[in-house]
């Protein structure tokens, strides 16, 4: 069975750290783009991070200089590790990938990615 799943979320106080894990199962991530969304209560799910085939990466301007991602292909997973965090972050995360080539530049397009995972709640408040 192909799937993603995502763990770590929680709930933090401001200004403190979280790292997301997505894991991937049934295929290997490694010629994956891969993708965190998030929506918040009210709000359309948007785009976080991702990262390339190349390891290349882009971010939205809300988390520019807070949160990175990296892959740990040993372990078919990608980690989002947040920090820094404000309440405007709470949210339920999603990871997401799509088969693409290595010169292909990650973006927030949904069609992009095909599998999805679960989602899983953040939420930050003091």
């Known amino acids: 069975q192909l799937q993603l799943v995502e763990s770590g979320g929680g709930l933090v106080q401001p200004g403190e750290s979280l790292r997301l894990s997505c894991e991937a199962s049934g295929f290997t991530l490694d010629s994956h783009a891969i993708g965190w969304f998030r929506q918040a209560p009210g709000k359309e799910r948007e785009g976080v991070l991702c990262?390339?085939?190349?390891?290349?990466?882009s971010y939205a301007d809300s988390v520019k200089g807070r949160f990175t991602v990296s892959r740990d292909k040993a372990k078919n997973t990608v980690y989002l590790q947040m920090n820094s965090l404000k309440p405007e972050d709470t949210a339920v995360y999603y990871c997401a990938s799509g088969w693409h080539s290595v010169g292909w530049v990650c973006n927030f397009g949904e069609y992009e990615y095909d599998y999805w995972g679960q989602g899983i709640q953040v939420t930050v408040s003091s």
């Open positions: 990262i390339s085939v190349s390891d290349s990466n």
